[in-house]
């Protein structure tokens, strides 16, 4: 948004000492401040919250201090780790290993297990590593509209679906995804909808139906990793970003670019959630008008969180920016995710008819490839949220309320807070990664959980805490949070309050429940379960003990629907820890991890895994000749500066003399199985002894494409630096009809990858309810009572 820039960083916050009190008078004026704070304030103007500042400079003696914070932290680190097998072996691992995990998770009591949520509040209660546990404001959670929680009457609604309908959407429930399709076209005024499993999948799914080799794309440098990745997955003519919001640099790139490509595809996001911004779409407008480039939106924060009625960017800019505004058909592609506003899990593709046919036909090749299918309960969660639109529109106008006063409030405070004044994500600049990591720590002593996020994510030296507002937050829940981010910031030194201060009175006008919103909600929920009753007369019942369905309900009643954001934001709720701990039973690994997505994992690990090795000169792949589209897509999408030597091989004969041609103590090698070359446990166990003696560095990646419980790690395999590492990959949808992945095996790798897998760092984690019902069939299998129904 076009805003006045007033240089910021030339202000000390630690000079800063604020009295914060409501006047008596009939001043709107809720704040008294000293005379190094009324210099400040002197300069904000009236409309306090349009103007961008500057971010905060760090000093040269702070970067110091940070240089001897992290020497520390590692040492303290390298001290710990006595077992060299336990080592990081890539400089991505030993980066996060020794600085990131460390910091963010402050010796275990800022590490985040979920117990429950308070269905219809935005509190959660959550355990440290160390079995603390207390209740919190859910403040790290995208839960913008307040549906996360889901209403008691909400939460109904899902355990009748799961009581009559598949878990997962299939030909059984096409009436409900045929309308869920038709309601957000609808909303967004689009000509088509699509649905995949997950918000990551959709940009899958957009960038790789358009691109081909006639395209250029154009990301603004700020989009999220999904849009990156699938920009490099479909491989298009030219791949180029340009600076965020920097219309000029992007006018610059389009004529330097012009005759290379046929098309162009620029592509942004609709709300920038590391900064708080949104694009501007003036720019864009005019210089869509000049160069004729398709224009792709990713509304994942948008959604459901910005404008009057929750149409995201394009409405925002319209009620804000009125003397240059914009057409509501600027857009052409939009996509989106259903984890944050809709409160559930998947993504959404909505565009102009003219790309119909070819998105059609790329989500038909990727189901057959193998992504996972959207959740039923997506579909009518959709149906549920878009159903009541006096409701949605109340608690958006309930949101911009509390965005501006709370932005308000912290702005007078001294505190510098990223982004435009609408933007309910509020990023709160720390400086240090230290001072942000600690920032976050002592939020969650004063019962607030929020988010460190610092390099690569955003500039080393402008690390930042991210705390996300709701309008499920009432006003005491308003006036705590205040209280904490000030008390907390006092703390770290990033300002100075003395004893008297206080924070003003939350006092928003609600408009009263009335009859309009009353028969919307009740017509949408007769609605919603005559169509789940109509798709149960014609549905093959769902083979599943009783067991196993109890826990899906449980887990609904425990924790509501969605799970609201990634784990390293949000927190990992005790179902997910389950699973883990489960699958590293079944499969005698030291470590485990969850994806989402079945396709989106196995994809995410290889392009980890494509990365320079500690100590070794060389890196080689070994794939099979007839590889898994998503090992191919992993090749693909890792960082070609780095990608490492890929050999295929057509059996493990030809794998065993290509591995004896390379065979050097500089030489790494990563070697991706199947269940196809490696038949049983016996034949694994073979190849890891011979595979001993053929390479100093080895990792073995197996995928058991039955799903769960085909292999094991060998025991006698474990330790030993030079010793081959091992990973195995396999599905839950393959085993059992639910979504999702797991990977398991060498803790060292597992650490790292739960940092550098793309598909885990930025994905929502998978539906509680869901992880509830696997932990059941793994234990069930564990207990040597379940079978492994592999699909046809």
Not at 56 to 77: H, I
Not at 436 to 446: D, E, F, T
Not at 673 to 678: A, K, N, P, V, Y
Not at 706 to 716: H, L
């Amino acid at each position: 948004m076009a805003s006045e820039v007033i240089p910021y960083q030339q202000y000390s916050f630690e000079k800063i000492r604020i009295q914060i009190h409501e006047r008596n008078t009939g001043s709107d004026s809720s704040s008294s401040i000293s005379t190094k704070s009324a210099e400040v304030n002197s300069l904000l103007p009236n409309d306090i919250l349009r103007v961008l500042y500057q971010p905060p400079r760090t000093s040269t003696w702070a970067k110091v201090r940070e240089g001897g914070r992290l020497l520390y932290t590692r040492a303290r680190v390298v001290l710990r780790d006595s077992d060299t097998s336990s080592q990081p072996i890539s400089e991505p691992g030993k980066f996060n290993h020794h600085y990131v995990h460390p910091l963010f998770t402050q010796k275990g009591k800022n590490e985040r297990v979920i117990l429950s949520v308070s269905h219809g509040k935005p509190l959660a209660r959550v355990r440290d590593k160390n079995g603390n546990s207390q209740e919190v404001i859910q403040s790290a959670s995208h839960n913008y509209a307040g549906f996360l929680g889901c209403s008691q009457d909400g939460i109904a609604l899902h355990q009748i679906l799961l009581a009559k309908l598949p878990v997962v959407n299939c030909s059984d429930v096409s009436p409900i995804e045929k309308e869920a399709r038709e309601r957000v076209a609808t909303f967004w005024q689009a000509d088509f909808c699509l649905f995949t499993s997950t918000g990551y999948g959709s940009n899958l799914l957009a960038f790789s139906a358009i691109l081909d080799k006639t395209w250029m794309v154009v990301l603004d440098e700020k989009s999220h990793n999904s849009m990156f990745v699938a920009a490099y997955q479909s491989q298009p003519g030219l791949i180029r970003k340009f600076r965020h919001n920097d219309m000029n640099d992007l006018e610059k790139i389009l004529d330097a670019c012009m005759g290379q490509c046929t098309n162009t595809l620029v592509a942004v996001e609709g709300f920038f959630s590391m900064d708080g911004t949104i694009p501007d779409l003036a720019g864009l407008s005019s210089l869509k008008e000049r160069f004729g480039f398709t224009l792709l939106v990713d509304e994942a924060h948008s959604f459901l969180a910005l404008g009057a009625t929750g149409r995201g960017c394009v409405e925002l800019w319209n009620e804000d920016e009125t003397a240059t505004p914009v057409s509501s058909d600027l857009i052409d592609i939009r996509t989106a995710t259903l984890s944050k506003a809709i409160g559930s899990i998947g993504g959404t593709v909505c565009a102009k008819a003219v790309f119909g046919p070819r998105l059609t036909h790329r989500r038909d090749e990727m189901v057959k490839a193998g992504f996972d299918p959207p959740p039923t309960s997506a579909l009518v969660q959709c149906l549920y949220v878009l159903g009541q639109p006096t409701m949605l529109n109340r608690s958006l106008k309930r949101l911009r309320s509390i965005t501006i006063f709370v932005r308000q409030t912290l702005h007078r405070a001294g505190l510098y807070i990223y982004g435009c004044d609408s933007s309910p994500i509020l990023p709160i600049y720390a400086g240090r990664p230290s001072v942000a990591a600690k920032l976050s720590y002592v939020l969650r002593q004063q019962g607030v959980l929020a988010s460190p996020v610092s390099t690569p994510a955003v500039p080393f030296w402008e690390s930042r805490v991210r705390l996300c507002l709701s309008a499920g937050f009432d006003d005491s829940t308003v006036h705590r949070l205040l209280q904490a981010i000030l008390e907390a910031a006092h703390r770290v030194g990033l300002i100075k309050l003395t004893t008297s201060t206080t924070v003003p009175p939350c006092k928003i006008e609600d408009i009263i429940l009335g009859e309009q919103e009353s028969w919307e909600a009740s017509s949408t929920e007769k609605h919603i379960k005559d169509l789940i009753a109509a798709c149960a007369v014609d549905t093959v019942p769902t083979v599943r003990e009783g067991v196993v369905h109890a826990a899906g309900h449980d887990a609904l009643s425990t924790y509501g629907l969605g799970a609201g954001g990634t784990r390293w934001v949000v927190g990992s709720t005790e179902l997910h820890v389950q699973v883990e701990e489960l699958v590293v039973e079944i499969t005698g690994a030291q470590d485990a991890l969850t994806y989402q997505d079945s396709y989106i994992g196995l994809m995410s690990t290889v392009a980890a895994l494509c990365r320079p090795v500690h100590g070794y000169k060389k890196h080689c792949l070994f794939v099979p000749q007839d590889m898994p589209a998503a090992v191919e897509d992993g090749i693909r999408v890792a960082p070609r500066a780095h990608r490492p030597e890929v050999t295929t091989y057509t059996n493990l004969k030809s794998l065993t003399n290509g591995m004896r041609c390379l065979r050097s103590r500089s030489t790494y090698a990563t070697v991706v199985l199947t269940s196809q070359e490696i038949i049983d446990q016996q034949h694994l166990e073979d190849f890891m002894n011979r595979a001993l003696g053929e390479h100093a560095g080895m990792t073995i990646l197996l995928i058991d494409e039955k799903g769960v419980g085909t292999f094991s790690c060998p025991r006698n395999i474990h330790g030993g630096q030079d010793s081959p590492r091992l990973l195995l990959y396999g599905s839950f949808f393959r085993a059992y009809n639910l979504l999702g992945s797991y990977l398991a095996g060498d803790p060292a790798l597992i650490m790292e990858l739960r940092y550098t897998s793309r598909g885990y760092m930025f994905s929502t984690s998978q539906l509680p309810f869901i992880m509830g019902m696997i932990a059941a069939e793994l234990q069930k299998f564990a207990d040597g009572l379940g079978s492994r129904p592999a699909l046809s």
